[in-house]
């Protein structure tokens, strides 16, 4: 099976802004926990630097901790 392609190497993005949380959501899980490389399919360079924006827009309040239990 092929190996899937660093989504941010392909399109050539270098900073990834804490601000685009839209972006940001799609490699949370429904819990609000990161996803990991193997199952995003992102580089090292490019997860350690999705992983600190995660983590400034979640102390600016753009995206949860944790998804609430009770729904």
């Known amino acids: 099976m092929a190996r899937k ?3 941010f190497c392909r399109d050539g993005i270098d ?12 490699f949370l899980t ?3 926990k990161i996803i990991g490389r193997r199952s995003t ?3 090292a360079y490019h997860q350690r630097k999705l992983a ?3 983590k400034r827009a979640r ?3 753009l995206l949860p901790f944790v998804e609430s ?3």
């Open 59 to 61: 102390i600016m309040g």
């Open 30 to 32: 429904a819990r609000g």
């Open 5 to 7: 392609k660093c989504e």
């Open 52 to 54: 600190r924006a995660i």
């Open 41 to 43: 399919g992102l580089c």
């Open 69 to 71: 239990y009770y729904l």
């Open 15 to 26: 900073v990834i802004d804490y601000k685009d949380y839209e972006r940001l959501r799609k």
